[in-house]
């Protein structure tokens, strides 16, 4: 066989098995997903009602939820470190071990009745989900520049499954342990984590490169960009407010005298609808531009909480979820696609991680809110505050598209 063609077929040989690399790391990914999201699943399922039956005052019955959100927020830089240092990989099985941490403290709380180890138990939960939530940004990695929004969505889709398993976790062992409520659960939630550590130990990542450890501009000066402005506000927006009305959505149910297997399902839709669109969110964004997909997304959003204001009924709960949860996947996942936009490759791991900081730790200041508005002034006084952020997000997309800016990635 001439020299020429020999080298053709050896090219040919390895594009197909990259190709199939990166397929084997999306497709774990996305599975990872699915089990690691079972974590906030049950957390926001149960954290309020568990921290309403263990807390020394009523008031603090959501703190445990908003520990969970500081607990995101505290770890996502410390995770970027790692990934900066030893690779994603490495990052990623630090996380999963914090997962099973979360359960089994968890389940010790409330066998011995602790509020306290409960919070704690929650702080790790969040940790976990701030290394589950870098899996989007690992996906995009994995391909060329022009496919990573599909990439990124695809993995975000795993979440769909999360959806289903983190809800019926709680429905079938809540009450397994009597008279231990949840106990049970949270023992099952550590076995899924386990079985996420599992599937991503198979995650075959490019190590760091040289440049990713000393080179590119300062954050300073990355931070500056309007890009990059827009999408912080853009994804904080979006995640601060899902995070803000889930919070107090189960605990406002039960106020209102719904049921917990109402309760469960009603999230169990919400968080199927956080993760559903994302089978087609990538290539919206790649035929519209992230800018109007998340324009979608805050308008869903802003309609959830006027339906969560004409009535208390079942339905009335169960539809501001769902459209909750599909107003987050369009803010949250466009927003995501713009901040790839404003790093370069070598820039990455930082931007991201920063990105996710300043999200996670609005996230972190409206959870607190949620708790303390839901219990001082109702379940309405929290749906009509929303609208205040929301009018701050339309108006940082609104400017960017009146004055675009080059990008600066390159």
């Known amino acids: 066989m001439p020299h020429d063609a020999t080298t ?16 084997g790391n999306i497709a774990r990914l996305a599975i990872a997903q699915a089990l690691a999201g079972a974590n906030s699943t049950v957390i926001y399922a149960t954290g309020a009602i568990i921290g309403a039956m263990l807390a020394p005052d009523k008031a603090l019955a959501t703190l445990p939820i908003s520990i969970f959100v500081v607990g995101m927020a505290a770890c996502i830089l410390p995770s970027g470190a790692i990934a900066r240092r ?69 993995v975000m889709a795993g979440g769909v499954a999360a959806g289903v398993v983190g809800p019926q976790l709680v429905t079938y062992t809540m009450n397994l342990w009597p008279p231990h409520m949840f106990a049970a659960t949270f023992l099952a939630q550590a076995a899924v984590a386990v ?23 300062s954050l300073f ?23 803000f009305l889930m919070t107090a959505a189960p605990l406002a149910m039960r106020m209102c005298g719904h049921s917990q297997e109402a309760s469960n399902l009603g999230l169990q839709w919400h968080v199927i609808a956080m993760y559903a669109p994302s089978f087609f969110t990538g290539r919206l964004i790649t035929r519209f531009g992230a800018g109007r997909v998340v324009a979608v997304g805050l308008a ?111």
Not at 9 to 21: I, M, W
Not at 196 to 217: D, H, K, M, N, Y
Not at 221 to 230: C, G, L, M, N, W
Not at 340 to 350: W, Y
Request: with cysteine; net charge positive.
């Open 300 to 410: 869903l959003t802003g309609i959830s909480a006027a339906i969560g204001l004409a009535g208390v009924d079942i339905a009335h709960f169960w539809l501001t979820l769902i459209l909750l949860g599909l107003g987050w996947n369009f803010g949250f996942v466009g927003a995501s696609a713009m901040v790839l936009e404003s790093h370069r490759p070598e820039e990455k791991t930082r931007v991201q991680a920063l990105n996710d900081f300043i999200v996670f730790g609005t996230m972190a200041v409206g959870s607190f809110a949620s708790g303390s508005l839901l219990t001082a002034h109702g379940w309405q006084v929290v749906l009509w505050v929303s609208f205040a952020h929301l009018v701050l997000a339309v108006a940082a997309l609104g400017l960017a598209a009146r004055q675009p800016a080059k990008s600066q990635t390159t």
């Open 8 to 23: 053709a077929l050896g090219q040919s040989a390895q594009g197909l098995s990259d190709r199939r690399e990166q397929r």
């Open 195 to 217: 079985l996420s550590a599992v599937v991503i130990a198979g995650v075959r990542l490019p190590p760091p490169t040289p440049e990713e450890l000393t080179g590119g501009r």
């Open 86 to 154: 030893h690779g994603r990989r490495a990052a990623f099985l630090a996380g999963t071990s914090g997962g099973v941490l979360t359960g089994l403290l968890a389940a010790i709380a409330v066998v011995m009745g602790s509020f306290w180890i409960f919070c704690l138990a929650t702080f790790f939960g969040g940790a976990y989900a701030a290394v589950v939530l870098s899996f989007r940004f690992a996906a995009a990695d994995c391909v060329e520049p022009q496919w990573r929004p599909r990439a990124l969505s695809i």
């Open 221 to 243: 000066v990355i931070a500056r960009q309007r890009e990059f402005i827009v999408a912080v506000i853009c994804g904080a927006v979006s995640y601060m407010l899902m995070n």
